[in-house]
């Protein structure tokens, strides 16, 4: 999502990426000055793969950690540091974020990473946590999920982060946010995502119930906002990312910005000074 | 609803009840010391009647106030009496409320206690609906409505309080918040609970008519959750509760907790300090 | 829409309006003190004809300025004065907008406004958008928009301040507010606006991507109320005034201003403490 928000989340969230960076010559984060513009956004590691295709401007993440792609701190980290490279890549306009396991998309957040670990590192997953979901709401790239599978939990978090979520019309893929049913609370902001999405009559019963959806009836309550054969999931993320990348960038990203900012004020009290200033500037600068 | 909410209820609203209420060994509010825990929560009187199935944890509140179940300052004063009684009894995890009388549920507050009266006594009155409110909007139980008949004004917030409505599927029985038809202004936090139930355009176009909605327009909006023969109106909340009942209590009551927060934060400006850090305390401490 | 809202729009908003207003003897604001009651309502000028029957207590405002009813400063100033003609009279108690144009309601903002223009003159042109959206959402009147042709952005969002919209049954007429298509921003309140009518989800999408419905998509996601033939957009929008008359004024315009509050709220920090006070008090006389 937007520009302005991305940039706040400087002040904010250091979260596990701020030991790595250093500013680079846009005055943004940069994870490491020596990656090529060419090669640095198509990059393969054990659990996450990135192909960016130059000429349309759209990055495919696909993710693959067997057996169901845990959000682990190592996995959240990797994620993070790729969103970070390709947010930096001014030829990279779009997103999309799909698995390459059979049958899911992401099964949620690694449950052994809150078992038995202390408060420090709880806190350090925590923060990961919320740092991919940022990184991924504050997006100035248009940003799809390609869910070819079912979605649980963490994996309903990450693809509520995107701007559109396509779906594989299967009833036996599920999707929700179900941490009820396994006697976690989902935090408050897992809960404004969903409200803001879904609504909050169904965020309600969602949320008290811990329940999950079938891929149709995740259609027919608004968390996923279309459903197309399993095979084309993909295809159709890219058709679909063709027509949001025609609307001009700035009118779209600043859009974002200003609907996401209740979101985004409740998660950051109190909001940096310049970040109100900038999105006042950006608002009015448009208008007049 | 959440346990945090009911607890710092004795902070802002000490309403009717203040006056009979000392402290329990628990720390709680209790109404009465002398009560034994086997027959306190099975009781009998003109208005109300409630009993607990203590092999389920559900208890079934029956209200048998002829002809319409009016609230008056009677009335409501014995219902918060017993909501009361039940919240402190830790073997009940679960409310149904429901009516004796034939096609009503309930018709509302009792306009005799606006009409006439003392500024003194209204304040009295409008203190016990908003404690109605409030104990059913904050009780650490699972709170369903089985309304078996009409149910409008204030019988509707009755139901809006709980965490499930489920109706007579019977075109002829309405329900609605039909306060503007009267002249009536429906105060703001039966605004707020019903633009959370049906959302915002909904709710502005029945407030400002002051709609009256059949049972399956009803259902439509989402103002009740489901519609069944009215025979089977008490037992498919029966059913229904068990279901909720399997959900993790800590987890579920926390989650409403989230969720009310905002309502409850308009309704209780400046809010006690206390309540704030128990929700923050309680997130944390179950996310870390 | 509310009184309060309305008065209360003396304090922050003095607009294009404030130097040509007096007080008049209700204490209330009046743009010219010579205009005798029985005509003042029924004004023709070149680009907004007014008929006000006084047996019904229903002004019909027809927008006639060709080629397509853009508003331009000229226009919105012609629309304020005249809007707030109808205010004051207090024989008026509903106001149905409507074009005279074939296929047009309005084409929204006059795009020429913002082009080339000192700032100045731009910080003029906003004022006086905002001040129609004010003086249309504020409005003690029952407000109706009877749609009869396309009105994209701003002519959108001249729809949205009122209470209810009846657009014609037309597939080729569409409606939205696509400012975003343009690389126009639509500021905050735009956003608010549309959020409350259709809801986040839809609203994020529709301005994200600067959609524009058909008049049946429009009915589909609730941007507009009903869809009628185009021939009987006005008699319908003339039967359903009646219905809303009939509901007793003063609860239905308190209902108003309580569920826009919080959109007020947002516009206008810091409230005048007055207006809290007018609220507050209002709310409470009624409910006391």
């Known amino acids: 999502m937007a520009n302005v928000l991305r940039n706040s989340a400087k002040f904010g969230f250091s979260g596990v990426l701020s030991q790595l960076s250093i500013h680079s010559r846009h005055g943004r984060e940069c994870v490491s000055p020596c990656f090529s513009l060419q090669q640095r956004n198509n990059s393969t590691s054990p659990k996450i793969k990135v192909d960016l295709d130059s000429s349309t401007g759209v990055a495919v993440l696909r993710m693959q950690s067997p057996p169901v792609n845990s959000l682990s701190l190592d996995f959240l980290t990797e994620f993070c540091i790729n969103l970070e490279k390709l947010e930096m890549d001014r030829s990279c306009r779009g997103l999309i974020i799909t698995s390459t396991l059979s049958k899911v998309f992401s099964a949620g957040l690694d449950i052994m990473e809150m078992y038995g670990k202390s408060p420090e590192r709880c806190g350090e997953f925590w923060k990961a946590v919320q740092e991919m979901w940022l990184k991924l709401y504050g997006s100035n790239m248009v940003t799809m999920a390609a869910i070819n599978g079912s979605s649980p939990a963490g994996g309903c978090l990450m693809s509520l982060g995107c701007d559109y979520r396509i779906m ?121």
């Open 168 to 288: 594989a019309d299967n009833p036996r893929y599920s999707i929700g946010l179900n941490e009820t049913q396994l006697g976690i609370v989902a935090p408050f902001w897992f809960k404004d995502t969903l409200v803001n999405t879904v609504g909050n009559r169904a965020a309600e019963l969602s949320l008290e119930l811990g329940l999950l959806y079938s891929a149709p009836d995740a259609l027919k309550i608004g968390l996923v906002d279309q459903l197309v054969p399993e095979d084309q999931v993909l295809s159709t993320a890219q058709d679909t990312m063709s027509k949001w990348l025609a609307v001009p960038d700035h009118a779209r990203q600043i859009d974002q910005c200003v609907i996401s900012v209740c979101i985004y004020y409740i998660n950051t009290s109190p909001l940096p000074p310049d970040h109100a200033r900038q999105i006042d500037q950006c608002v009015i600068s448009v208008c007049i």
